[in-house]
Nanobody, 128 residues
């Protein structure tokens, strides 16, 4: 099993920055860390969950949704088993509940259905 615990988020103004964290734990993750894809998704009220960014734990290859490219940066700290999402130049349209997710297959995916483990979600609200 894999447990994902999120932290960060909150209420900010347009143009501000925030950093989200997602710490992974569990025997399965610790044993097979290098096989995992970690990702961030978000869901705004009345909308479907959408892909934000993903990273291959081994090697660090990343993928971003067009809507956040150039503003958000996904990264990971192998020693801490923690993934981050640095969000800069935030816009009101970025307001959503953000979820981290893990996929035990070394292939990037933008589909939430391909991710097996999910964090508890954290609210990000950007005021105009």
């Amino acid at each position: 099993q894999v447990q994902l615990v999120q932290s960060g988020g909150g209420l900010v103004q347009a143009g501000d920055s925030l950093r989200l964290s997602c710490e992974a734990s569990g025997r399965t993750f610790s044993t097979w860390t290098m096989r995992y894809i970690m990702g961030w998704f978000r869901q705004a009220p009345g909308k479907e969950r959408e892909f934000v960014a993903a990273v291959i734990w081994a090697g660090g290859t990343t993928d971003y949704a067009d809507s956040v490219k150039g503003r958000f940066t996904i990264s990971r700290d192998n020693a801490k088993n923690t993934m981050y999402l640095q969000m800069n130049s935030l816009k009101p349209d970025d307001t959503a509940v953000y979820y981290c997710a893990a996929r035990p297959v070394t292939l990037l995916s933008r589909s939430s259905q391909d991710y097996n483990y999910w964090g508890q979600g954290t609210q990000v609200t950007v005021s105009s």
